[in-house]
């Protein structure tokens, strides 16, 4: 099963008001599925990979029986969630070094929603009548339950006083629709941040022959993939070194973009399949869809890239 997905809001004045709709944080961590309708737990990702190695700290979740729970794994430093902490763990694989690092910096799992609990499957439910069933389920330690606010205004001032990401509206009367970007769910965050794709890199420009920049790109509804714009801020030495080690693929003889790659850019490049992904803060969009002033925040292996949308 793959998780319900929130339709993202031109402008945080368009969240949508009035009390037919709730609303939650919009955690900065990992979507994870935490399904216990098997033989053990198993801690699924957006794209359905079992991640369960990777946080031993949730175990004890395998006690909710016959259950699939939706939630965020955050990582807290200083009361906020941390992404560049959290980061350190999404690609660990091995259990002995996932325990090592638990034990340093454990994290937490945001619980929002049930879909299913006792073998009963409830996401024809409204969201009103899940988050009841929620609200009466004890979690276990390192699981918290989200909690939600009718007052979106207010929760949005607060979470930009905090620095939390942002705001999730939900309608009251939806169901759960695995897999769906819908408008029953609509995000708003106090900074933009998507998963791109890497179609090409470039050399830092002092000759090193090293990493130091990416082309970004997001896939449209033909099939094809338009261009977001270059990046290098954030490409750390660890964090660089990484995705010389994910783009493993033959290089392509000529840009995998749809739409043509500025001169400024392209000069240089080293073109490559777009299968690695990453997480991206920007400020704003160009009115060509190019980012402004994006910053690489980590490699995703655990979720879907973002689709294109006209800026």
């Known amino acids: 099963m793959q998780p319900m997905l929130a339709t993202r809001a031109a402008d ?9 709709w709730v609303y939650e944080v919009k955690w900065d961590g990992v979507r994870l599925l935490a399904d216990t309708t098997g033989a053990r737990l198993r801690l699924l990702s957006r794209t359905g990979r079992d991640v369960t190695v990777a946080y031993p700290e949730l175990a004890n979740l395998a006690g909710i029986q016959g259950a699939v729970l939706d939630g965020e794994v955050v990582a807290m430093v200083e009361g906020v969630p941390s992404f560049a902490a959290l980061a350190e763990r999404m690609h660990v694989r091995d259990a002995a070094r996932a325990r090592v690092l638990a034990e340093r910096l454990p994290v937490t799992y945001i619980v929002f929603d049930v879909l299913r609990l006792y073998g009963v499957d409830l996401t024809s439910r409204s969201f009103d009548k899940r988050r009841a069933t929620l609200e009466r389920l004890g979690l276990p330690a390192r699981a918290l339950l989200s909690p939600v606010y009718d007052d979106g205004d207010d929760l949005w001032r607060v979470t930009r006083e905090h620095g939390l990401e942002g705001v999730l509206a939900k309608r009251r009367a939806s169901t759960y629709q695995p897999g769906r970007r819908s408008r029953d769910w609509i995000k708003a965050a106090h900074r933009s941040v998507r998963t791109a794709v890497v179609g090409g890199w470039r050399e830092e420009s ?6 130091g920049a990416v082309l970004l790109g997001a896939p449209d509804a033909a099939g094809g993939l338009r261009y977001l714009g270059r990046a290098g801020s954030g490409l750390g030495r660890v964090l660089a070194d990484g995705l010389v080690a994910a783009l493993t693929s033959p290089p392509l003889p000529g840009s995998p973009f749809t739409d043509e790659v500025p001169a400024v850019d392209a000069r240089g490049a080293h073109w490559v399949r777009p299968d690695v992904l990453v997480d991206v803060v920007y400020l704003t969009r160009t009115p060509s869809g190019r980012l402004r002033h994006p910053v690489i925040r980590a490699i995703r292996d655990d979720s879907a890239a973002d689709p294109w949308e006209e800026p």
């Open 206 to 211: 002092t000759g090193t022959g090293r990493l």
């Open 12 to 20: 945080p004045a368009d969240l949508p008001t009035g009390p037919e």
